[in-house]
């Protein structure tokens, strides 16, 4: 499942509806950050830590194919950037364009890549 809606209302009822946004914006932010660095030119290493992160940050966001595919590789060991990055970016793509449907008005964490 690329977006688990559950996760996210269940996040969203323990939270408060005025601080999600705030939380969301912060768990892709630093997504963001990780994703810049395990893709930038001459990296291309993806470590422990890494999907480690990744892994956490994805549950906590309902992101379960990204979370499903860190957990293979931090059992495999290894893990693809490039398809670590899309799956990631899909993810992002669905939760933003779930919240554009589901709001009067752009949420404050749909930001521009």
């Not at 688990?4 to 269940?10: D, F, I, P, V």
């Not at 670590?84 to 899909?90: D, G, M």
């Not at 669905?94 to 521009?112: K, Y």
Request: aromatic share 6%; charged share 25%; net charge negative.
């Amino acid at each position: 499942m690329l977006l688990n809606r559950e996760r996210l209302s269940t996040l969203r009822d323990e939270i408060g509806a005025e601080g999600f946004e705030d939380v969301v914006a912060m768990y892709l932010k630093e997504c963001d950050e990780v994703v810049a660095r395990i893709t930038a030119p001459g990296t291309g290493i993806v470590t422990a830590a890494d999907l480690h992160f990744l892994k956490g940050n994805a549950l906590m966001l309902g992101f379960e194919d990204l979370a499903d595919l860190c957990r293979i590789g931090e059992t495999e060991r290894s893990a693809d950037p490039a398809r670590l990055t899309a799956l990631y970016l899909q993810s992002r793509a669905a939760l933003e364009g779930d919240q554009i449907r589901n709001s009067d008005s752009t949420s404050s964490f749909v930001m521009s890549r």
